[in-house]
């Protein structure tokens, strides 16, 4: 994951303090790519230690079609939480009354993930994100494209349209008023030598905490849909577009640079027949030695 390294190194040494939607501010690229060659083992950040099952549950969430956060609640998934916890606290009057990220906020927080966990009606009021990547992805203006995907890779292998887009223009004001629009935004898939490769374009980058996320679960879906088409994995490549570090991050990014990383996992999956038969039990990640967590709040 050296790659991983250089690209923190390169926006701290080249890159532009910009201002952004949440205020926190940035330091900012324009414009990466990283590569990650899928055989040389499953490319999870070991400079820092990352949560594999959130990666998993979330992505299963994703493939399912699902947009409401009681899923991943129930399954101690908390990467989601603070956007449709945000949109509560605007819809009910609190949000002028508590300071984000303050005692009371996180309090409210914790009250807010119980209720979407218990409160069946709570949760389909304010646990949905509106129609995110899940969404699009099982049924863009009623396409299920990731269905149409692996028809195509089986079918036709050398073609050229093998492509999920999330970014849905009709759809986007509605997702910005529950959350946020799709920042990982299209990826394609590419057969070659019998081995399945992925790009994705990601419009924004939140290179400390989500980047390692993103990576991972785009890797691990390229390894899914590779078993379930017969092909062995390629690459997983990654294009960025606005490619940056939260200047609350900074000192978090110091603690990472100085760690040397380890050698990548492996991971093992059950063999099936279609990629929405898969269950969490069918993921095995196989020496897994990275350094300590490394705490950061999100920019909401």
Same mark, same amino acid.
């Given at each position: 994951? $050296? +790659? /991983?390294? @250089? *690209?923190?190194k390169?926006?701290?040494? !080249? ?11 940035t ?23 990352v ?62 993930i ?9 949760? $389909? +009021? /304010?646990? @949905? *994100? ?5 969404? !699009?992805?099982?049924d863009?203006e ?16 050398n ?33 070659n ?54 200047l ?5 990014v ?37 350094h300590?967590?490394?705490s ?5």
């Amino acid at each position: 994951m $050296e +790659q /991983y390294l @250089d *690209l923190l190194k390169e926006i701290k040494t !080249q890159g532009t303090k910009k201002e952004d939607r949440t205020g926190t501010g940035t330091i900012s690229i324009f414009g990466h790519q990283m590569r990650f060659n899928l055989q040389d083992g499953f490319p999870l950040v070991t400079t820092k230690k990352v949560n594999f099952d959130a990666i998993l549950h979330e992505l299963l969430w994703f493939i399912n079609g699902d947009t409401n956060i009681r899923y991943l609640v129930k399954n101690k998934v908390n990467i989601w939480n603070e956007w449709p916890f945000q949109s509560w606290l605007e819809k009910t009057g609190q949000a002028n009354k508590i300071t984000m990220h303050s005692s009371e906020w996180k309090a409210k927080l914790s009250e807010f993930i119980e209720l979407i966990k218990e409160d069946d009606k709570f949760s $389909e +009021q /304010y646990g @949905d *994100l509106g129609p995110v990547y899940g969404k !699009q992805w099982r049924d863009f203006e009623g396409i299920d494209q990731l269905s149409q995907v692996i028809e195509d890779i089986k079918s036709n292998p050398n073609s050229r349209r093998h492509i999920v887009s999330a970014w849905n223009p009709k759809e986007i004001p509605i997702m910005i008023k529950s959350g946020l629009p799709p920042c990982h935004t299209l990826f394609q898939f590419y057969v070659n030598e019998n081995k399945l490769s992925c790009q994705l374009y990601q419009r924004s980058a939140d290179v400390f905490l989500g980047v390692p996320y993103n990576i991972a679960s785009y890797g691990l879906l390229t390894c899914m849909i590779a078993s379930v088409t017969g092909l062995e994995t390629g690459e997983f490549v990654h294009s960025l577009g606005d490619t940056h570090i939260y200047l609350n991050h900074l000192d978090q990014v110091e603690e990472q640079l100085s760690r040397e990383p380890h050698i990548l996992p492996k991971l093992r999956i059950n063999k099936k027949d279609s990629l929405f038969d898969y269950r969490y039990e069918d993921f095995e990640l196989l020496n897994y030695d990275s350094h300590p967590f490394i705490s950061a709040p999100i920019a909401v």
